[in-house]
């Protein structure tokens, strides 16, 4: 029998999921899309799994004792309870924490990727409802580029817009000549895109680029990162040394007199008080190239060879997303800009400078783009946020002073933490410290689908509905198209939809009305998408009514005739066409930084030695470099459950790799379960020895479902066990999960078994 197709999109592409007997028994890619993602191969299997959750839970001492009592969160068994007794319970509680408290206590920051899908998008829903009560603790920023989105604003432009504004990989193939790559561009992270990518372009971008010739340079930890068609020249830095380097090729430029002054004088502030530092005149060090490579571990020959062939060539100078996830975050990027600034190739097709092509889908793809609507959240009467990788440090410190981005703030004290559509025992750094800090509030809830950290450290546990129980449709600005999310299959067990979720809540919070405008989900799915045909229209793209969109299963966008070159128009007329810096120009020395006085992030780049690096003192006691970086076989801890990222494993535990030379000096042999650990945890992982990581670095990516024994250890390889929680700087906040040291040993003794797939212990239901 043919199995019935039912259109979705995930953040990782377009499928038909196939169902056969009421199951999901397969995911066919999109035909209009040539490089399909195996990641959905992961889902069916997922679905209705040993570790979905299929009722409402409650932690049994929770339950018992009510609020507070957060010790035994992680550790105590569940209870099932009926969807009313827990929207009863937790109504209460929401009340009570208002009332006690206010709102500035209920922390729904909430960060996290959840769903493709423009309703039931897990934190608008969330937020939706809060804001309708008075508000909550919300935060600010991403995980993915802190650093940079932070202090990209000050000296050259808003980060986002410049994200979709960049130069099309086909500009860069017809006009340029090299891409020098800090970071890589690894085509397993361009599986991705936020909303969901209809069509993944970047593989065929990029190869267009090598067969017109351009060459490549990836300045990375791993060889890999990027495709092996590109021909690459690999620098291995040090990790985090990527701003020395970067100093070093500006010094070479500007001795060398190959710098473009009358750029730096028509575009640009603040060179002259950038130089003195580049020259030693301010320090008595001159930041030369023996002097970066000295850091670095990059020859200086070769650092002078690069900085010359960039000056004689059409340049991008691409920087990855990575590079703004460590200790002082900010620097790469604003140092990464100086350097392409002294080149003179911003607005030039195929020169000037990139953030992040590959680290998604959609950076340099050559789409029109919409911005779609989305659920209205309302206005948040708490004004407050927190950056958003300071969640650890708000919980350990109510009250506590900080600073950010210029501003003093201190940190609210959190009763009621409630969650939907993200896991910070995925995203955050240092695991043990957030679990020590987890255990403060009175009451952590999650919305969650699966038995993942988030949902095994809750007291409530509300079990959410997946992508393919439910009717939506996609559209994500930096994408172009739109798809219909058609219901493949029914709700497995009891699981229930965010939004119904809230409308359970809001009914006994007085607020259902106001939550729902009285609309079902069909109701939404129409008038969303009715705004959406209507603001289309406002610019000339003529859509289909929604029924015909709905039959169709997807809608694109018209591809642009032009390709795009980021900055053409600012270069063309700088008078005409300002950036949004306070000088208009990119901003080399920012007067507004350089007044916020913070010595971890100056007026002008400069290199400052990261908290942990194999330069430093650290790395006597744990001498290699720990890279996060983000996996190939799912997104984050997405589907973690499923056959495709399982398939992935070594001996069932996450993959970590090791160079041979680092491997043999520690008895270390393929396919061997290794211990990783340093001062602030340690983990289980299995050991793929290979050639493709640098000496002295290992590389475990994100994502492994956490999974500790008694002891706190990691049975299955989450990374996050390892890394630094600590803000980049002063000025972003931003998480610096790539700056970690660690040792590595094989594991003595009797493998202990992974249960991160199993339920957590489960009493009877509660009467
Ligand atoms: N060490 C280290 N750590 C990192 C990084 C790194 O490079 N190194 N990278 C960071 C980055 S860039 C990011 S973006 C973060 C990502 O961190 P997250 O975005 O928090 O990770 P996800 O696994 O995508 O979490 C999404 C959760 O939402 C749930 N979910 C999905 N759909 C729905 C829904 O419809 N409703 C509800 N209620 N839940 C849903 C999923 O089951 C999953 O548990 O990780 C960060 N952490
Ligand atoms: N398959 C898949 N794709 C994804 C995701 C996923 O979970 N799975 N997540 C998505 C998300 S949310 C984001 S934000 C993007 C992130 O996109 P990126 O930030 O580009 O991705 P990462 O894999 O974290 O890092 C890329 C590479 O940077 C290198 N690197 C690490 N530290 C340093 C350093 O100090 N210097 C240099 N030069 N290189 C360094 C590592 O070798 C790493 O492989 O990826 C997106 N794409
Ligand atoms: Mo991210």
Not at 57 to 66: D, I, Q, S
Request: charged share 20%; proline share 7%; hydrophobic share 40%.
């Amino acid at each position: 029998m043919a199995p019935t197709l039912f259109p979705t999109i995930t953040h990782w592409g377009a499928y038909s999921a196939e169902v056969l007997d009421g199951r999901v028994v397969g995911m066919r890619p999109f035909a209009g899309d040539a490089d399909p993602s195996p990641i959905g191969a992961g889902m069916p299997q997922a679905l209705d799994d040993a570790v979905r959750i299929r009722q409402p839970m409650v932690r049994a001492g929770y339950l018992e004792h009510g609020p507070g009592h957060g010790e035994g969160r992680g550790r105590e068994p569940f209870v099932p309870v009926s969807w009313p007794r827990a929207l009863d319970l937790l109504a209460t509680e929401i009340g009570r924490v208002k009332r006690r408290h206010g709102n500035a206590a209920i922390f729904a920051g909430s960060y996290g990727w959840a769903s493709a899908g423009r309703f039931h998008h897990a934190q608008s829903q969330l937020h939706r409802f809060f804001n309708l009560l008075g508000g909550y603790t919300g935060s600010l920023d991403s995980y993915s580029y802190a650093a940079g989105e932070v202090v990209i604003p000050h000296v050259l432009g808003p980060f986002q817009q410049i994200l979709v504004e960049h130069t099309s990989w086909s500009a860069i193939a017809r006009h340029g000549q090299l891409v020098v790559a800090f970071g890589g561009l690894p085509l397993r992270n361009a599986q991705v895109s936020n909303g969901g990518p209809g069509a993944h372009v970047q593989r065929d971008g990029m190869r267009e680029a090598r067969d017109r010739g351009v060459r490549f340079v990836n300045l990375s930890p791993l060889r890999d990162d990027v495709a092996d068609f590109l021909d690459a020249e690999w620098l291995a830095a040090r990790p985090n040394t990527d701003v020395a380097v970067m100093l070093g090729l500006a010094h070479t430029l500007y001795v060398d007199g190959l710098h473009d002054p009358a750029f730096l004088t028509r575009y640009c502030t603040g060179i002259d008080r950038f130089l003195p530092y580049l020259t030693g005149a301010v320090d008595g060090r001159p930041k030369d190239a023996d002097w970066a490579a000295a850091i670095s571990e990059i020859p200086a020959a070769t650092i002078r060879a690069l900085a010359r062939r960039m000056a004689a060539q059409r340049t991008t100078i691409a920087l990855s997303w990575s590079l703004t996830r460590g200790d002082h975050g900010e620097q790469p990027y604003w140092m990464g800009l100086t350097l392409a600034a002294m080149l003179g190739q911003i607005g030039l097709p195929g020169g000037g400078i990139g953030f992040g092509y590959s680290s998604v889908n959609s950076v340099g793809a050559h789409t029109d783009r919409m911005t779609w609507p989305s659920l209205e959240q309302g206005v948040n009467a708490v004004r407050e946020p927190i950056p958003v990788a300071r969640i650890a440090d708000m919980l350990l410190n109510p009250g506590g002073a900080y600073d950010y981005n210029g501003r003093r703030r201190a940190y609210p004290d959190v009763k009621l933490v409630y969650w939907a559509g993200g896991n910070p025992f995925h995203h955050h750094q240092d695991l043990n410290r957030l679990v020590r800090a987890w255990r403060r509030p009175d009451t952590v809830v999650c919305n969650e689908a699966w038995w993942n950290g988030l949902a095994r450290h809750s007291d409530i546990v509300l079990p959410a509905t997946t992508t393919l129980e439910r009717n939506d449709f996609s559209g994500s600005s930096r994408e172009a198209y739109l798809f219909a999310m058609h219901r493949a299959v029914p709700p497995i067990g009891e699981a229930r939809n965010d939004h119904d979720i809230f409308t359970g809540l809001a009914q006994r919070l007085g607020v259902a009305e106001r939550f729902t405008e009285g609309r079902t989900e069909a109701d939404w799915l129409r008038h969303l998408y009715d705004r959406g045909r209507q603001r289309a229209a406002e610019r000339e793209v003529a859509m289909p009514g929604f029924d015909e969109f709905w039959k169709d299963g997807c809608f694109r966008l018209p591809t642009p005739s032009a390709h795009q070159i980021m900055f053409s128009d600012f270069r063309a007329d700088p008078e005409g066409n300002p950036l949004k810096t306070p000088s208009g120009r990119i901003e080399i020395f920012s007067e507004r930084i350089a007044g916020f006085g913070y010595a971890d992030c100056p007026g002008h780049p400069v290199w400052l030695e990261p908290a942990e690096w194999l330069g430093g003192a650290g790395a006597a006691r744990h001498p290699l470099h720990l890279v996060s970086c983000q996996p190939e076989h799912r997104l984050h801890s997405q589907y973690d459950n499923g056959g495709y990222s399982r398939s992935g494993k070594v001996q069932g535990r996450e993959a970590v790799w090791l160079n041979p030379t680092d491997a043999a000096a520690r008895g270390i042999a393929d396919g061997d379960v290794v211990r990783l650990h340093n001062d602030r945890g340690a983990c289980l992982a299995g050991a793929v020895v290979t050639d493709k990581v640098r000496r002295c670095v290992v590389r475990l990516p994100t994502g492994a479902w956490y999974d500790p024994d008694e002891t706190g250890l990691c049975r299955h390889g989450n990374p996050n066990v390892l890394t630094l929680d600590k803000g980049t700087s002063s000025l972003a906040q931003g998480p610096s999960a790539q700056t970690c040291l660690v040792q590595v040993e094989r594991w003595q003794g009797p493998v202990p078994k992974v249960r991160a797939f199993e339920p957590p212990p489960i009493l009877a239901p509660a009467k």
